[in-house]
């Protein structure tokens, strides 16, 4: 009576782990040889379970997205003070791909000039403003900068709009073949966005160019 209920505990444990056992319903070599295969099938269980964990600490590891900004200064935040220090048309927005220490916002003044103004996302103060001095003003570059300025939806506006979806990460103007729309990404719960906003009418869509 013993054995069966040894037997019986041991069968127990073993279905609890989705393992199997082989229950003999005699012998003290039986009882032994059945604890044996119970402990392998408990000890197969244990080792599915570690590799489906290593498998997603990989997965995450060689997530590459950029990271949500670690302070509490948004997309807009950061344009509204790059534009209270340079006056001028906001065309981009962006976190430091070296660790996202900073917003760095795209600003082109009234003369045409470029500065690229770096500020805190914890606070929001101005880092610093460097000028571009970078002489690739093509057509291309001339068409977005027009289109930045005759829309009726701004960056920060944009970035706003966009802030439904997400922690906006970057914004930026992009051309395609529907014509120039602000583009933008977005973090949330782990999982990266990318939309479009429609100059004209602040209209958010999802990006279906990438997909």
């Known amino acids: 009576m013993k054995r069966n209920i040894v037997i019986a505990t041991l069968t127990a444990a073993a279905l609890a782990t989705g393992g199997t056992v082989a229950a003999f319903a005699a012998g003290d070599d039986d009882a032994t040889a059945t604890q044996r295969q119970t402990t392998t099938s408990v000890q197969q269980a244990a080792d599915r379970d570690d590799d489906s964990a290593d498998d997603r600490d990989d997965d995450a590891s060689d997530d590459d997205r950029t990271p949500a900004p670690a302070g509490g200064v948004t997309a807009a935040d950061a344009i509204a003070a790059a534009l209270k220090h340079t006056p001028g048309t906001a065309l981009a ?14 600003v082109v003044k009234g003369d045409g000039s470029e500065y690229d103004v770096r ?11 460097q000028r571009d001095t970078d002489d690739d003003n093509d057509a291309d570059d001339r068409a977005e900068l027009a289109a930045a300025k005759g829309a009726r939806t701004d960056a920060r506006e944009a970035a706003l709009a966009a802030a439904a979806k997400g922690t906006v990460t970057e914004i930026g103007l992009d051309g ?19 939309w479009k906003v429609a100059l004209d009418s602040g209209r958010v869509t999802q990006d279906r160019d990438e997909d």
């Open 93 to 106: 927005a962006d976190l430091d791909d070296d660790g996202a220490d900073a917003w760095e916002v795209t």
């Open 119 to 129: 500020i805190a996302p914890d606070s929001g103060k101005v880092l610093g403003a």
């Open 176 to 194: 395609d073949k529907g014509g120039v729309a602000w583009g933008v990404d977005t973090v949330k719960d782990g999982k990266q966005g990318e």
